[in-house]
């Protein structure tokens, strides 16, 4: 499939008339064509036919180029002498405006990062505004070789174009071969959510790693296994392992929604405790059915409630032992689920049932067992990610497939006995008569596209293993920065250099980060989900500005381009390694349960996994006049962060 509505030679391009250029664009059209689009076209054929007659040699142009990840197309694509010039217009524009600049810009690092020919290329993004006034600057590409926005009216591009190719001497290339290179995306969890929502097969949103199981090998085993427990009336669970950031999350969203319509007879719903994560994605994806379907915002918000639920709405209405109409139940994280004490004393204390004596496991599993004929539940087990009191981990669900559900055929992966993905708790005999599958695991990494090693270096890193953390630092050098810094201004003015276009930025803690405080990180103020991920980089509520701080509870599940993780003193390194402590009152104490050491330490992986381009990690000088935050509680862990192959700055 070509990735352009129209390709041609510069020279070929400059021939044809402007009528059969907009005729090819338009045949290829998917939208209905409006009489405003082709006066867009006309205009920039018409200026581009006149500023490019003056290259002195053979480029390629192409016009309507896919930008997958994003969903858009690009204007125009020129290759002229090595270089790649994307051009963005705003015909009758009369300023260069910020929203506009920042697109132009996502296209160029779109293509630098996910598409495969562009790897190695120099990328000059170009906004033609037609009635502004050109703002010239110097042409400077950054380390990977991608400009800043340049600001056009289209008057002398042709000659602007010949300069910065003939300043860059870059070598040339086919322009067609480079077209159809391949792509190979990695969204975000919003942006793929959005994409599976709008009908995007899974395998447009997967990299294709030649040795990791990959999102549509999974995705197509288990619709294989919910249409086997249809046609053969069975009951099964399937349990998805995987690293942090493996797609576990989008294989789930695939499920539900090749299975979102309430007639279908494998009628699915995506199910999660993760509050941030169901709020972020059901805005996000309400937002983008009202801006691609023209519907209100509250009908689309009505119809993504139903997608994407949250897990304790959905046991609070079996709770009459009513019989769900979904016949398929993903839960995310299921790893979270309340183990039996949990569960009793909330449903007793806040939902006045006093006879209730199981775990959320054994319930769930209970309600969908309510089906007389079939019923499908998949667990996405997210290992080493327990980060609250109750939570009971993969072994709680086979505990409870033990007792009473033994008519339940129950499959899952050899790789549940590897530590840094499964809590503990797992035996040989835990797994007597299940069915293994190794296209239930995913073990490679989508969320840091630039290193695949970010997982198991922060697995060290966490373990206070600093000699293995330092061999995979060196994995991650020159790929994905990882920095230190006693200075909270430099962490802030180091992630705003490095965020640019649509790229996010926030500022990360620990939920018991309380002797942060001082410095300004209030761990204990709430954000709004929706508006601390979606909101645009001139919004104070985004994590853009800073500001407003999200724990791990807030992130779980989500992700950042760049990261400040700010390390207070309730995860402190000593001399026999890291030490839990929990802030009290007015003081330190240990922890003493291994269960709340446990929640800790993966509170802290939560943390350092959240960035997908990079971090650096903010570890306070301490103050010896403040018996809360001596120097002597950060010093040994900023110490050993270095020991560890973080740079220090």
Not at 354 to 371: A, G, K, N, W
Not at 454 to 475: I, M
Not at 617 to 646: I, N
């Amino acid at each position: 499939m070509s990735p352009s509505y129209f390709s041609s030679t510069l020279q070929a391009f400059l021939r044809l008339s402007e009528n059969e250029i907009i005729g090819v664009i338009s045949k290829y059209h998917s939208q209905k064509i409006v009489a405003e689009q082709r006066a867009a076209w006309a205009a920039q054929v018409q200026l581009l036919k006149r500023e490019l007659t003056a290259l002195d040699e053979d480029g390629h142009i192409f016009f309507e180029f896919m930008i997958p990840r994003m969903g858009r197309r690009a204007d125009v694509v020129l290759v002229y002498r090595g270089i790649i010039f994307v051009i963005e217009f705003k015909v009758n524009a009369t300023s260069y405006l910020s929203a506009d600049l920042r697109q132009t810009h996502g296209y160029a690092l779109d293509l630098k990062n996910f598409h495969r020919g562009s790897h190695e290329k120099a990328i000059i993004p170009c906004l033609v505004a037609t009635a502004a006034s050109t703002q010239l600057a110097s042409v400077k590409l950054e380390e990977d070789g991608v400009a800043a926005p340049l600001k056009l009216n289209g008057q002398d591009l042709g000659l602007l174009i010949s300069q910065i190719a003939e300043s860059q001497g870059a070598p040339a290339f086919d322009a067609e071969t480079w077209a159809v290179s391949g792509y190979l995306p990695t969204p975000t969890i919003v942006e793929a959510a959005q994409a599976l929502y709008a009908n995007h097969a899974v395998e447009d949103i997967s990299r294709n790693e030649a040795d990791a199981t990959n999102l549509s090998v999974t995705s197509k085993s288990l619709l294989a296994l919910i249409h086997q427990a249809r046609l053969n009336s069975e009951k099964i669970i399937c349990f998805v392992t995987g690293v942090p950031g493996a797609g576990k999350t989008l294989v789930g969203l695939n499920i539900a929604s090749e299975h979102s319509n309430p007639n279908e007879k494998e009628y699915s719903v995506f199910l999660s405790g993760n509050h941030s994560l169901v709020v972020v994605l059901q805005e996000a994806l309400a937002r983008d059915r009202a801006a691609r379907e023209g519907i209100g915002i509250g009908d689309a918000r009505r119809q993504t409630s139903q997608f994407i639920q949250n897990i304790h709405k959905f046991r609070d209405s079996a709770l009459d032992g009513s019989t769900p109409p979904e016949k398929v139940a993903v839960f995310d994280e299921a790893q979270r689920a309340w183990n039996k004490e949990q569960a009793s004393k909330f449903m007793r204390q806040k939902r006045g049932k006093l006879d209730f004596d199981q775990s959320e496991p054994e319930f769930l599993i209970e309600v969908m067992d309510r089906h007389k004929d079939w019923a499908v539940i998949v667990a996405l087990i997210g290992g080493g990610q327990e980060i609250n009191t109750g939570e009971v981990g993969l072994a709680g669900w086979l505990n409870a497939l033990e007792g009473r559900f033994n008519n339940w055929k129950a499959y899952c992966s050899p790789e549940l006995f590897q530590a840094e993905y499964v809590s503990d708790g797992i035996t040989q005999d835990s797994l007597a008569g299940k069915i293994m599958l190794n296209e239930l695991h995913l073990s490679t990494s989508m969320r840091s596209f630039r290193s695949s090693d970010l997982s198991s270096f922060v697995h060290h890193v966490v373990a206070g293993n600093a000699e293995l953390a330092r061999s995979y630092a060196a994995k991650l050098e020159g790929k994905y920065p990882i920095l230190v810094t006693r200075d909270l201004a430099k962490a802030k003015a180091w992630v705003k250099s490095k965020a640019r276009a649509t790229e996010s930025a926030g500022l990360l803690a620990s939920s018991n980060g309380l002797r942060l405080k001082p410095d300004g990180i209030f761990v204990k103020n709430t954000i709004e989900p929706q508006n601390w991920f979606l909101g645009d980089v001139d919004d104070v509520r985004s994590s853009h500005f800073l500001e407003d701080v999200a724990t791990e509870f807030d992130v779980q599940g989500l992700e950042l381009d760049w990261c400040v993780v700010a390390w207070d003193a309730d995860y402190r390194y000593a001399k026999q390694g890291f030490e839990h402590w929990r802030f009290h009152g007015s003081r330190w104490q240990h922890r003493n349960s291994e269960d709340d050491k446990r929640y800790l330490e993966n509170a802290y992986r939560v943390l350092l996994t959240r960035a997908r381009q990079g971090m650096v990690v903010y570890v306070p000088a301490g103050d010896d006049d403040d018996a809360t935050r001596l120097k002597g509680f950060y010093d040994a862990t900023y110490s050993h962060l270095g020991q560890c192959g973080f740079r220090m700055i």
